[in-house]
């Protein structure tokens, strides 16, 4: 992987190339034909009459969320253990949630997952269903560390929500692919849904079946299994977690209480998505998207990578919160046990950009005018004077349902209206770029399934970004 040549930096250079690299949301043909080939789910009769939940709603405020990757791969340069790798290799002498949390805070970072038991089984608490991999069998001085609760503390001490991941597949447990194994996955569910306080989020990984340790299967070499469908019981574990943490939502649950994967991890939500969308039983769910990616190039810290650049994260922001998702960032901790110094750097460059980004908006003092023809909103704003500005952010007023199905934006800077942008859904959250330059009028018109409702628009300025092409 290339260097990180930005490290080396003074601050504003960085901010200005992390700037420019959002001009190229709407110039790179490559990210909107990756975005619009993802998309899923269209408007139907029902749509409009979906709604999120108190704890959608919660969600999806959030915006910037991370998973916390740490764990043996930190020591083997792998991403998913095989399941047999001695806990012997895990040496972090400097292993400090509190840490973690601090550079998550530093980013804006709002809610953590941690992946408390990846698809190699071990656990990061001193689980009494796994004693001999898990946090219970490390070696001096990290013997016994209960990491899930150290991290949910410091989250909270923080300000920031807490939630946990854990591994459906378990390439290490004997009995995966039978039906004691679902019990024992309760089981570690019901530790940690029950002992550590309130959960915003959990997580159900995708990645399910396959070659593993499995006990020593094979005369230890391991082998191939396959699962049923609905082994795992998910309505079931989706009960279990309303019932117990009643404000959380899962991650791949597919039905309520649900957000849904973006498709990709590469940063890059769909254009278009509709939250109303069919669930694992066919039926329409408020299933709102997350946009996962990594903060380097693996989930796990290896030696030889580094971090995104600033400009990538930016990019990355635009490309997901602003089409109203939650943007999901993967950090990792190193074999020492610390958010790395670049690692923390870069994280606490990107909460700068975005408090600079989020503290502007031109349209406050502006004269606004809105005018309704059935399922049709048209927004004028004049602004006292012409500003300079390069995104229009928009917000529909989710709780009564997603309802726009298209937008577009003028703008008149005296020569009379111009359309320079043009789109699909908004949901939670757009943040459609126009040309750079400054503006006196802005004109927003909202087409949908039902009448819009929308949060005043704001008008906001990411320094040196390029004019639209």
């Known amino acids: 992987m290339k260097k990180d040549d930005d490290m080396k930096k003074p601050w504003a250079n960085i901010c200005a190339a992390a700037l420019a690299a959002v001009s190229a949301v709407a110039a790179a043909p490559g990210a909107e034909t990756a975005a619009k080939a993802g998309t899923t789910g269209a408007p139907d009769a029902g749509t409009a009459s979906v709604l999120p939940s108190q704890a959608h709603l919660e969600y999806q405020d959030r915006e910037i969320i991370a998973l916390v990757c740490w764990g043996l791969n930190a020591y083997t340069g792998q991403e998913w253990g095989f399941g047999n790798v001695p806990l012997s290799k895990i040496s972090a002498r400097k292993l400090d949630p509190a840490q973690w949390a601090k550079a998550m805070k530093a980013a804006e970072i709002s809610a953590v997952v941690l992946v408390a038991k990846h698809h190699d089984g071990f656990c990061l608490w001193p689980s009494p269903l796994n004693r001999d991999y898990s946090m219970s069998a490390v070696p001096p001085p990290n013997t016994g560390r209960d990491l899930v609760r150290e991290l949910s503390d410091a989250c909270r001490r923080e300000g920031m929500k807490f939630g946990v991941y ?18 024992y996955f309760f089981a570690q569910w019901n530790e940690l849904l029950g002992n550590y306080g309130e959960l915003a989020e959990i997580w159900i990984d995708g990645a399910n079946g396959g070659t593993g340790w499995y006990g020593g299967a094979n005369g230890g070499k391991g082998e191939r299994r396959t699962i049923p469908k609905d082994y795992y019981r998910l309505d079931s574990l989706l009960r279990l977690m309303h019932e117990k943490h009643p404000r959380a939502i899962a991650f791949g649950g597919g039905g309520e209480w649900s957000s849904e ?8 939500c769909p254009e278009t998505w509709w939250c109303p969308r069919k669930g ?3 039926k329409l769910h408020w299933l709102p998207p997350e946009t996962d990616f990594p903060l380097r190039r693996g989930w796990y810290w290896h030696r030889n990578e580094s971090p995104k650049p600033l400009a990538r994260l930016a990019k990355i922001y635009v490309e997901s919160v602003g089409r109203g998702s939650v943007m999901n960032i993967g950090v990792a901790p190193d074999a020492d046990g610390q958010v790395c110094e670049a690692d923390a750097k870069r994280l606490a460059e990107f909460g700068a950009w975005v408090r600079e980004f989020n503290s502007t908006d031109f ?7 809105e005018r309704r023809d059935g399922d049709t909103l048209v927004v004028e704003m004049a602004l006292p004077e012409p500003a300079e500005f390069n995104f229009v952010d928009i917000k529909e007023r989710i709780a009564g349902g997603q309802r726009i199905k298209a937008f577009s934006i003028e ?3 005296g020569g009379g209206w111009r359309k320079v942008c043009e789109g699909t859904t908004v949901g939670h959250r757009r943040l459609a770029r126009v040309p750079g330059g400054r503006h006196a009028r802005v004109r927003i018109t909202l087409r949908g399934i039902a009448p819009p409702e929308i949060f005043p628009a704001a008008l906001r300025r990411a320094r040196d970004v390029a004019p639209a092409k």
């Open 261 to 268: 994967w973006c498709g990709n991890e590469s940063g890059v």
């Open 411 to 413: 703008l008149d800077d």
């Open 363 to 369: 349209a406050k003092n502006a004269t606004v005018a």
């Open 166 to 183: 854990l591994s459906p597949w378990d390439r290490r447990q004997a009995s995966y692919a039978t039906p004691a194994y679902v019990d």
């Open 280 to 282: 694992a039983d066919g």
